[in-house]
């Protein structure tokens, strides 16, 4: 269990989602105490990191998101120990097994579609125990309820989060955070 980020997201449950470069400036400012980093390169990583550190909040970098970089044990290797983010988010059930294996804060992204990636998505969460899981669409509360309960683990619900109902709704349902690119709902 990963208690640091439990606590931060108990503090503030809105997690600010960045996909471009310029919004980086914009999630410092808000007040939300952690960075989801979904776009960044080999080259600019490490500033990235530095940056949203340095301005007290809590990164996860999405590593399959990330160009220049294999999607390996090494990659990951490399991006811990030499970048320092909090942890990493990834579709994949092998890096969260590779992470979890380095005491790396992990987080798997599932994108539900139907009920076979419903169902294989919980069966891939069984298999790997990540620190939590991101499910998208964010949306569907009576599926954060049933992965919750199934899994009896943290569950953050992300993409499509558009207004305050659905960041209400999707807490009501037992997701623990949102992550959102929407940069009105960072000041909730």
Same mark, same amino acid.
């Given at each position: 269990?990963?208690?640091?980020?439990?606590?931060?997201?108990?503090?503030?449950? #809105? +997690?600010?989602?960045?996909?471009?470069?310029?919004? +980086?400036?914009?999630? !410092? =400012? /808000?007040?939300?105490?952690? $960075?989801? %980093?979904?776009?960044?390169?080999?080259?600019? %990583?490490?500033? #990235?990191? &530095?940056?949203?550190?340095?301005?007290?909040? &809590?990164?996860?970098?999405?590593?399959?998101?990330?160009?220049?970089?294999? =999607?390996?044990?090494?990659?990951? @290797?490399? +991006?811990?120990?030499?970048?320092?983010?909090?942890? !990493?988010?990834?579709? @994949?059930?092998?890096?969260? @097994?590779?992470?979890?294996?380095?005491? !790396?804060?992990?987080?798997?992204?599932?994108?539900?579609?139907?009920?076979? /990636? %419903?169902?294989?998505?919980?069966?891939?969460?069984?298999?790997?125990?990540?620190?939590? #899981?991101? #499910?998208?669409?964010?949306?569907?509360?009576?599926?954060?309820?049933?992965?919750?309960?199934?899994? =009896?683990?943290? $569950?953050?619900?992300?993409? %499509?989060?558009? &207004?305050?109902?659905?960041?209400?709704?999707?807490? @009501?349902?037992?997701?623990?955070?949102?992550?959102?690119?929407?940069?009105? !709902?960072?000041?909730?």
């Amino acid at each position: 269990m990963n208690d640091r980020l439990y606590e931060k997201i108990e503090a503030n449950p #809105i +997690i600010a989602a960045v996909n471009s470069m310029e919004k +980086i400036d914009l999630a !410092i =400012k /808000s007040p939300c105490e952690i $960075v989801f %980093l979904l776009k960044g390169n080999i080259f600019n %990583l490490r500033k #990235i990191i &530095d940056k949203v550190k340095n301005a007290n909040m &809590d990164i996860y970098v999405h590593i399959d998101l990330m160009e220049g970089f294999s =999607k390996d044990m090494m990659a990951l @290797k490399y +991006i811990h120990e030499n970048m320092k983010p909090d942890g !990493i988010i990834t579709t @994949k059930s092998s890096l969260v @097994k590779l992470a979890r294996s380095m005491h !790396i804060c992990a987080i798997q992204r599932l994108f539900i579609l139907d009920s076979l /990636s %419903l169902e294989r998505g919980i069966h891939s969460i069984h298999n790997t125990r990540p620190d939590a #899981i991101e #499910i998208l669409p964010g949306i569907m509360p009576k599926i954060i309820k049933k992965v919750n309960n199934e899994t =009896k683990l943290p $569950v953050i619900g992300g993409g %499509l989060i558009i &207004d305050k109902e659905d960041v209400i709704q999707s807490l @009501k349902a037992g997701a623990m955070g949102i992550s959102t690119s929407k940069e009105e !709902i960072w000041y909730m």
